[in-house]
């Protein structure tokens, strides 16, 4: 009886670790490929799962997430006969897990190599120029082929991108050169033109320096011209203030000799220590006497009426 009894206990202890390795847990990112006795059952989502002992087999566990994948590179050929290499990054997604499983025995290898076949058709319809700068055109044209040939498999395609361009050293060096005259070009070409905008600009400093000496000339002379007129004006109004004085006060012939001494004094003054007196002052002195009583008399004159 007590063989009996540990046999039960070991039978039931090792139907319940059977039965307990039995239940399998999905997480959200993931698909199980479920098969009964070699052929496919079905597909497990999220949740709780059981599986019968002996009878069903997880044949395939498949991510759902999106998958990034770096090729190594490939050397292809373009039109005019230039070999380069090429690296591809290939970004995809797993959108159907039993055709993933029974699509292809290798979905990854299969990717890479219809990307390298790919990439060569499409690089050998284009010259060195067109493939060093028209990327975008050859990420779209992979990615829809791509994107196409992998559709049995259960995989979409969302992005390709060439990760490097690598020409051959020579062709490098070529380039290099061509880069480094461009930049010296358009140098020599931004010096000549910023000498050529310093000299126009100096020429029209210069220019606009001469307007304005001219206009400060042509200013001063006006100044000193109209300084001149006021300067007569002042001095025939004194004059005139000077004879309308000696009208009004009537001066006498003695008055007038000694003014015409003291001017004959201030003339002579710090030029000679002598001063020679004409012998007619006394008939310059009567005449201009006679001088101030015309005009006198001419203007007592009554105004005659017509």
């Known amino acids: 009886m007590e063989g009996i009894f540990i046999a039960l206990l070991i039978i039931g202890g090792l139907f319940f670790i059977i039965a307990a390795f039995s239940f399998r847990l999905v997480t959200q990112t993931n ?49 005019d006969n230039v070999t380069m290499q090429i690296d591809t990054v290939v970004f995809f997604q797993i959108t159907d897990p039993k055709l993933y499983a029974y ?43 791509l994107d196409e040939a992998t559709d049995p498999w259960g995989i979409k395609v969302n992005r390709v991108e060439l990760k490097n361009i690598l020409p051959p050293k020579d062709i490098r060096d070529a380039m290099e050169k061509q880069m480094r005259a461009e930049r010296e070009k358009r140098q020599t070409i931004l010096i000549a033109e910023g000498d050529k905008r310093s000299q126009v600009l100096r020429a029209e400093g210069e220019a606009e320096a001469i307007i304005l000496r001219a206009e400060a000339n042509k200013k001063q002379r006006i100044r000193e011209a109209e300084g001149q007129a006021e300067g007569m ?11 309308e004085l000696v009208k009004e006060a009537k001066a006498d012939s003695a008055v007038i000799k000694l003014k015409t001494l003291d001017a004959l004094a201030k003339v002579a003054d710090g030029r000679s220590t002598k001063i020679i007196i004409p012998s007619n002052i006394t008939d310059l002195a009567s005449t201009v006497m006679a001088a101030t009583e015309i005009a006198t008399a001419k203007e007592d004159a009554p105004t005659k009426t017509t």
């Open 233 to 243: 004006l002042r001095l025939k109004e004194a004059e005139a203030k000077g004879i």
């Open 31 to 79: 698909k199980y490929v479920v098969e009964r006795l070699g052929g496919y059952l079905t597909t497990w989502g999220v949740g709780l799962h059981f599986l019968v002992p002996f009878i069903d087999r997880v044949a395939s566990v498949v991510t759902l997430k999106e998958q990034v994948r770096d090729f190594d590179p490939q050397p292809v050929i373009t039109k």
């Open 103 to 145: 699509g292809v025995e290798n979905p990854l290898s299969g990717i890479e190599n219809l990307s390298a076949t790919t990439l060569r058709n499409i690089i050998g319809d284009l010259d060195l120029d067109q493939t060093l700068t028209s990327r975008d055109l050859i990420n779209t044209q992979m990615r829809s082929i």
